[in-house]
């Protein structure tokens, strides 16, 4: 793991939960949610002759789904984070839709 996600890579103090998280999203061993499940699903769906597309949600500054973060931690693009950018009306209990900054689609 260190090989493939060198902790030099990450930002100080959180090195550790950075290379994790990393590793976790790209193999989608949670819930099978992450790069690796996703893009052999899609190459399921093209060898059937399914129109498949992706898209990457990558603001590094959209609002967390969590009041938990610890200071310091940048959550970068989370799972689900994209969902207030499409619908105003999605919360999860939180104002995300308000903490939108002028530059962010959806504003």
Known sequence: MLKEYPLSEFPAPYQIAYA?????TDSGVIEGIGGCSEQNLAGQFVRDGTPTFFYE???RNAPPLSNSIPPGYQDGAGHAEELAYMWPSFTNGLSFYAELTAPQPGR
Do not use: G, N, Q, Y
């Open 57 to 59: 949600f990558d603001d």
């Open 20 to 24: 994790l998280a990393a590793e976790l």
